[in-house]
């Protein structure tokens, strides 16, 4: 059974960090590229960071660059969302998203991706 389980969110003061987790099942890390999203309360979803395992391959949004760093650790399954320097408009609720192929390219994590978690809600007071 195929399974994304996000976690970590919780509530910080801007500036703070938060570190979020994506544990899969089912598949193997090499052979899916895995994405953030986060969607705010009336906005769309939006592709935050992505990594591939087997090609080493990373994406950020602009937005996110230099505060965020994405990691893997195959042997765990898991795959992180280091989150520092965080901002009010950070807040939202941060999705992890499973798509099989082995590039995360420029154009970010694929919105269309095979997985997804239940998200984990990321709050940031001023």
């Known amino acids: 059974e195929v399974q994304v389980v996000e976690s970590g969110g919780g509530s910080v003061q801007a500036g703070g960090s938060l570190r979020l987790s994506c544990v899969v099942s089912?598949?193997?890390?090499?052979?899916?590229?895995i994405g953030w999203f986060r969607q705010a309360p009336g906005k769309e979803r939006e592709g935050v960071s992505c990594?591939?395992?087997?090609?080493?391959?990373?994406y950020y949004r602009d937005s996110v660059k230099g505060r965020f760093t994405i990691s893997s650790d195959n042997a765990k399954s898991t795959v992180y969302l280091q989150m520092n320097s965080l901002r009010p408009e950070d807040t939202a609720v941060y999705y992890c998203?499973?798509?099989?192929?082995?590039?995360?390219?420029?154009?970010?994590?694929?919105?269309?991706?095979?997985?997804w978690g239940q998200g984990t809600q990321v709050t940031v007071s001023s």
């Open positions: 089912g598949f193997s890390l090499n052979d899916y590229v």
């Open positions: 998203a499973a798509d099989r192929g082995y590039y995360c390219t420029d154009s970010g994590p694929n919105i269309w991706s095979d997985y």
């Open positions: 990594i591939s395992s087997s090609t080493d391959t990373k």
